[in-house]
């Protein structure tokens, strides 16, 4: 089957998105489909040829025997990066009636908070997601926001008196720490 028609909106803009990963029959795939999780995905980079995060989804889903279109329905959106355009593809999933939103960086993490409030949104690659004001805590994040956050700069203290207590006496600690790799869009 040849994929979908891209809407017409979304090919003005130049966003290049896989509308709907294989399910068959346009119909039978979104918010109508009864009885499937429905998963959001928001990239605010990448594109559905050359997107290895979105392939390990798919492929980490499938080890977990949820396959597209048989057990689950599961809809990507690109912004091709362009920030500017995650919030309309956020309530764009929102609308769909997803499950679940699935974000990668601050930006797309941000769209979907803004878009939401009940939606559960999961984030990938963020660092600092108290810091970015996505959560409440480390302790109690609050909210609909779960997900991986790297907390290098506040739990950094923490690692190394850990360290400190499984390492024999006088054993020696270096770090390597490289500001600029952290995320400059703070949202």
């Given at each position: 089957?040849?994929?979908p ?43 559905p ?32 990066n ?14 769909l ?20 409030g ?31 956050s ?38």
């Amino acid at each position: 089957m040849p994929p979908p028609e891209p809407r017409s909106g979304h090919e003005a803009a130049g966003i290049s998105w896989d509308n709907r990963w294989r399910c068959g029959d346009l119909a039978t795939c979104g918010a109508g489909q009864s009885g499937l999780p429905h998963v959001g995905v928001l990239r605010p980079f990448g594109s559905p040829q050359s997107d290895e995060a979105v392939a390990g989804l798919r492929a980490g889903l499938h080890d977990l025997g949820y396959d597209q279109g048989r057990n689950i329905v599961l809809d990507v959106r690109y912004s091709g990066n362009r920030p500017e355009l995650l919030p309309a593809l956020a309530a764009e999933l929102v609308a769909l009636k997803v499950n679940v939103i699935v974000t990668y960086g601050p930006a797309g993490t941000k769209a979907a908070k803004e878009a939401t409030g009940t939606i559960p949104i999961v984030m990938g690659r963020m660092d600092d997601a108290d810091a970015h004001g996505f959560i409440s805590s480390l302790g109690r994040p609050g909210g609909n926001i779960t997900g991986v956050s790297f907390q290098s700069g506040d739990l950094a203290t923490k690692w190394f008196e850990i360290l400190k207590e499984v390492l024999p006496p006088g054993a020696r600690i270096a770090a390597l720490w490289m500001l600029a790799a952290r995320s400059t869009s703070r949202a």
